[in-house]
C-alpha cells in the first residue's frame, strides 16, 4: 500500500452509527432552528439508513422530546433537572459528552446560535473531534465513506469550502437558522424517549445564573413570520420608517440589503444575504431591492415573496411570487394604509 492510499484510509468507524441534533430550548420554547435541523438530519439518517436521535435537556421539557419526535427524531434523549434549568456550559457539556460515549451517534447537529457554538465547541474540544461551525449546506456520502459534506462561505464569504472530518468521531457541524427547512409537524409520529439521568448537582456547577435581561427591540429575523426587507432604493435612512409602520401594521421585522447597512442607515442585525441572516418567513417583501444574488441566497426560500421596484427588468421579480413595478414611496404607504383599514 502506498504512503498516499495509507493516508487515505479511514480509521473503521462502524460503531458509530445515527445522527443527533441537540434541541435548544429556553424556558420550555424550542428554537425554531432545532427543529430545522432535524429537518435536514431525516434526510441525512434516510440517506445513510441509520435513525435520527435528539437530545433535549432542560427542567420541565418532556413536552419538547415529544415535539422532537413529531419533526422526525425517531428516538428522543431526555435529561431533566432543576440544575438544568437554564443552559450553563459545564452541565450541559458533561451530559452530552456522556451520551455521544454511550450512543456513539456519527455526526452530531447544533443551532449556530450563541448557546449551540459554545456547546459544540466545549464538546469538540473534549471528544476530541473536528467542528465545522456556522454550515449553510450539508450532505453526506453514502456508505462505506458515510463522511458528513459541511460547507460553508469562506475566503471573506468568496467561496463555498466542503469540510470532511474523515479521522475522528462523531463528526460535528452547527448549521445557521433558517437555512434548512423543518418538516411539517405530524402529531400523529411515534418515536421512543429515553430518559437519562440527571447527574449534575448545582454545587458542582461553577457558574450561576442571576438573570436573564432581554435585549430590548432584538431584531429576530430568523424567527419572523413576516419581513418587510429595503434596500438602496430608499434612498436614505429615513426610507426605512415606511417600512416600520408597515412592519408594525402586519406583526413582522424590518429586513435590509447589505448597502443599507453598509451606508449606515440601519444595524447589520436587519442584513439579510449571504453575510446577514438567512431567512425564510412566510412572507417577505423585497422594497427597492434589486436582487443580487449575495441578497437572494438569504431570502428565496421565503413562502411568498413581494417585490416593489421601479425597474421592470430588476433581477428580484424572477424570485417574486408577486411583483409590483413602481415608485415605492407611492406603494408603500398605500399598502400600509390598506392593511391599517382592513384591521380596523
Ligand atoms: P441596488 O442593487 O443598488 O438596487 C437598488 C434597487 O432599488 C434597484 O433595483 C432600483 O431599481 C430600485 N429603486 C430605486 N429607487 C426606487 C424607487 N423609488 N422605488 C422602487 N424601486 C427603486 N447584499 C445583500 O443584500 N446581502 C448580503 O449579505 C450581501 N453579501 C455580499 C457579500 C459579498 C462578498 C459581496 C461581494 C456582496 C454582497 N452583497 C450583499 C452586495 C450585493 O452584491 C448587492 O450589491 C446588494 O445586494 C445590492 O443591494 P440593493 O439591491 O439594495 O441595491
Not at 450512543?103 to 447537529?109: F, G, M, N, T, Y
Not at 431570502?299 to 427588468?313: E, G, L, R
Not at 424572477?318 to 383599514?341: C, E, S, W
Request: net charge negative; glycine share 10%.
Amino acid at each position: 500500500m502506498s504512503s498516499q492510499q495509507k493516508k487515505d484510509q479511514m480509521p473503521d468507524w462502524s460503531d458509530y452509527r445515527g445522527i443527533l441534533v441537540f434541541v435548544e430550548q429556553r424556558d420550555g420554547v424550542a428554537k425554531n432552528v432545532s427543529w430545522q435541523l432535524l429537518g435536514i438530519g431525516k434526510k441525512l439518517a434516510d440517506k445513510l439508513d441509520t435513525a435520527l436521535m435528539a437530545l433535549v435537556i432542560g427542567d420541565n421539557v418532556e413536552h419538547l422530546a415529544n415535539e422532537a419526535i413529531y419533526h422526525g427524531a425517531d428516538k428522543v434523549y431526555l435529561c431533566e433537572g432543576p440544575e438544568l434549568k437554564d443552559y450553563r456550559t459545564q452541565p450541559y457539556s458533561r451530559i452530552t459528552l456522556k451520551l455521544i460515549e454511550d450512543a456513539k451517534p456519527e455526526i452530531c447537529l447544533f443551532g449556530a446560535t450563541g448557546t449551540g457554538r459554545d456547546l459544540a465547541g466545549a464538546i469538540a474540544t473534549h471528544v476530541p473531534t473536528g467542528l465545522t461551525a456556522d454550515t449553510t449546506q450539508l450532505d453526506v456520502e453514502p456508505s462505506p465513506s458515510r463522511l458528513l459534506m459541511a460547507s460553508r462561505p469562506a475566503f471573506g464569504e468568496k467561496l463555498m469550502a466542503t469540510i470532511l472530518c474523515k479521522n475522528h468521531r462523531p463528526q460535528m457541524a452547527t448549521a445557521r437558522a433558517g437555512v434548512f427547512e423543518a418538516l411539517p409537524r405530524d402529531p400523529e409520529r411515534k418515536g421512543e424517549i429515553i430518559r437519562i439521568e440527571n447527574p449534575i448537582k448545582n454545587e458542582d456547577i461553577a457558574t450561576k445564573v442571576l438573570d436573564f435581561i432581554e435585549k430590548k427591540n432584538e431584531v429576530n429575523l430568523e424567527e419572523a413570520e413576516v419581513i418587510v426587507a429595503g434596500g438602496r432604493g430608499l434612498g436614505a435612512p429615513e426610507g426605512f420608517k415606511l417600512l416600520k409602520e408597515l412592519a408594525d401594521e402586519l406583526g413582522g421585522e424590518v429586513g435590509a440589503s447589505r448597502p443599507c447597512v453598509d451606508a449606515g442607515w440601519i444595524t447589520h442585525e436587519h442584513q439579510v444575504g449571504q453575510t446577514g441572516h438567512t431567512v425564510r418567513p412566510k412572507l417577505y417583501f423585497a422594497i427597492g431591492i434589486s436582487g443580487a444574488v449575495q441578497h437572494t441566497v438569504g431570502m428565496a426560500d421565503s413562502d411568498v415573496i413581494v417585490a416593489i421596484n421601479k425597474d421592470p427588468d430588476a433581477p428580484i421579480f424572477q424570485f417574486a411570487h408577486y411583483g409590483i413595478v413602481g415608485d415605492l414611496f407611492k406603494i408603500v404607504p398605500n399598502i400600509t394604509a390598506q392593511v391599517k383599514k382592513r384591521k380596523a
